[in-house]
């Protein structure tokens, strides 16, 4: 079976998403949002607040970035108190804020503080220790020379997301990238980009001969995904989701919510959920406008019951 990963995802992978993508143990393992190693060396509430590990989760890591090797070193060990399963160091992230402070993609083009914050970070806590990188920039390719380096200071696996640093998340896919690292180093590879449907999981794996998939907007915008690659790996086929399957998993991620959020604090989370669930529903533009326009979770949750009516009559 293929080991899933569910990736760190700005704004969305919460507890309510973690909980509600990965049921029926479709997800191996799964992250927070990214997190601010210096934030939470400084114990800003914000980055506290996401870690947000529930006491029935299991496999759950917290995400770091930063290039203060001491701050991360000490970020971690927070976390690692407040219950994260592993840490993970981003060395890909492309955002422009994330660069000014010399973390994320920045790491590609300095080796030396890449590893340096790696091995403080991993001196620092008693669990697992991961990195998840680029290819590198255009012109200057480092993930394998880096994956090198950090395996032999006792990397515990790499995620490769095969794109540049400029490509962001919808530049050329390069699976060639992944398997020529799964070919250099023994360690666990975990491979990023481009499954978008469970047939690209299973050819993924197939390719690069890669240890495991990480998962990313493929699910933001087809939460049943890793349920599908499960059904398809087991029986050959799988089930493809109905618009009526999306609004009942749109109903439980807002219950979910509720209960733990409330209906103002919930109602904003939701909002940036609603437009990927949405999106490949036929003629679903007038409800994802309508509902993006209320100002309460229950009111959004009375709309969609309404609609799942209407489609249970056929109308």
């Known amino acids: 079976m293929i080991r899933l990963f569910l990736a760190p995802i700005a704004g969305i992978t ?55 090797p001491v701050k991360m070193a000490e970020g971690a060990k927070i976390a690692e108190r407040w ?38 970070v991993r001196e620092a806590v008693t669990i697992p220790v991961s990195v998840k990188l680029r290819k590198g920039w255009r012109g200057r390719e480092t993930f394998l020379e880096l994956s090198k380096v950090l395996e032999r200071e006792g990397v515990s696996w790499i995620t490769l997301h095969a794109r540049y640093v400029e490509d962001g998340s919808e530049g050329p896919v390069d699976w060639g990238s992944i398997r020529r690292l799964k070919e250099e180093i023994s360690v666990p590879v975990i491979g990023n980009g481009g499954v978008n449907k469970a047939e690209d999981a299973l050819a993924m794996v197939e390719f690069t001969k890669c240890d495991g998939v990480m998962l990313a907007s493929g699910v933001l915008r087809n939460p049943f995904l890793p349920r599908q690659i499960r059904e398809l790996e087991s029986k050959g086929y799988y089930t493809k989701e109905s618009s009526l399957d999306r609004i009942n998993w749109l109903l439980d991620f807002c219950h979910e919510v509720k209960s733990l959020y409330g209906d103002d604090k919930g109602a904003k989370y939701v909002k940036a959920i609603i437009p990927w669930i949405l999106r490949d529903m036929s ?26 009516s209407k489609m249970g009559r056929g109308e």
Not at 91 to 118: E, H, N, T, W, Y
Not at 293 to 308: A, F, H, I, P
Request: charge should be positive; glycine fraction near 10%; proline fraction near 3%.
């Open 283 to 308: 003629s679903s533009s007038w409800l994802r406008g309508y509902i993006l326009r209320l100002g309460s979770l229950s009111s959004m949750m009375e709309v969609l019951v309404s609609v799942k």
């Open 14 to 68: 919460k507890s309510p998403f973690r909980k509600l993508i990965g049921r029926d143990n479709v997800i191996d393992y799964a992250y927070t949002e990214m997190i601010s190693g210096v934030a939470l060396y400084h114990l800003d509430p914000k980055a506290l607040s996401l870690i947000d590990i529930a006491p029935d989760e299991s496999s759950v890591g917290v995400q770091l970035v930063g290039g203060d």
């Open 83 to 120: 219950g994260a399963s592993s840490i993970d160091i981003n060395m890909g992230c492309p955002a422009r804020k994330i660069l000014k402070s010399d973390g994320g993609a920045k790491l590609l083009l300095d080796l030396d503080r890449a590893l340096k914050v790696f091995s403080k």
